[in-house]
């Protein structure tokens, strides 16, 4: 699955190379990509069997392909942060400063979860960019 901005191999699992990435992901990539401009694609699909997710107690959104990972190649992240918490689709936020990502995810819930990434474990927040400092 592509959609005009994001192509078929940047959404595949990297390990494997599998196609998995839903249209509802795909949709609200579009959405953000018109309000923040181009954005680099770290990591969308991941199949069970990818080392990031083979470690993990229980496998995340990534493997259901309702998740990516996004850097904005024309804005800052805490521009792009205000995008992304503009869209009401998207409903695990989680920030990673010091990578310069943020993981984006339409699983299936009434209220969004934040997150930021703080020595490699996610840690749950209600203001990501004030947990992580002014940098
Ligand atoms: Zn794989």
């Given amino acids: ?3 005009e ?10 390990h494997c190379g599998r ?12 959405t953000l990509r018109a309000k923040a401009g181009p954005l680099k694609v770290n990591s969308a699909y991941r199949c069970p069997e990818h080392p990031i ?20 190649l024309a804005m800052p992240l805490r521009t792009f ?4 918490r503009t869209e009401p689709r998207i ?10 990502y943020i993981h ?14 703080r020595n490699g474990r996610a840690v749950v927040t209600t203001e990501p960019f004030q947990e992580v400092g002014n940098g």
């Fill in 81 to 84: 942060y205000d995008v992304v």
């Fill in 5 to 14: 901005h994001f192509k078929a191999a940047e959404l595949r699992c990297r």
């Fill in 104 to 117: 984006v995810d339409v699983r299936e819930a009434s209220e969004s979860i934040l997150w930021v990434y």
């Fill in 19 to 30: 196609a998995g990435v839903r249209r509802e992901l795909l949709d609200v990539l579009e």
């Fill in 53 to 72: 997710e083979a470690r993990k107690p229980k496998p995340g959104f990534h493997t259901r392909g309702l998740a990516a990972d996004l850097v904005p």
């Fill in 91 to 100: 409903k695990g936020i989680g920030v990673d400063q010091a990578a310069g």
């Fill in 1 to 3: 699955m592509e959609s």
